[in-house]
């Protein structure tokens, strides 16, 4: 897929998920610009080396007991 149809998908699901509203595609397509931009310009070595991890729950307090 080229940058640009990236671009426009991009730029769809921003208009999309914005309710569609008109006269907004400029804006839309300068954000999808920037997404893209962003995420392209991550390279595959910098996204390995930052590896995913869950979310830890907080440890579990004791209740005290009643008496």
Known sequence: MSREQIVRDTAYAIWEAEGKPVGRNAEH?????????????????????????AARKP?????PKAT
């Open 59 to 63: 440890a579990a307090t004791a209740k």
């Open 29 to 53: 397509w300068r954000q999808a610009e920037e997404r893209v931009a962003t995420s392209l310009s991550a390279s595959p070595d910098a996204r390995a080396a930052k590896p995913k991890t």
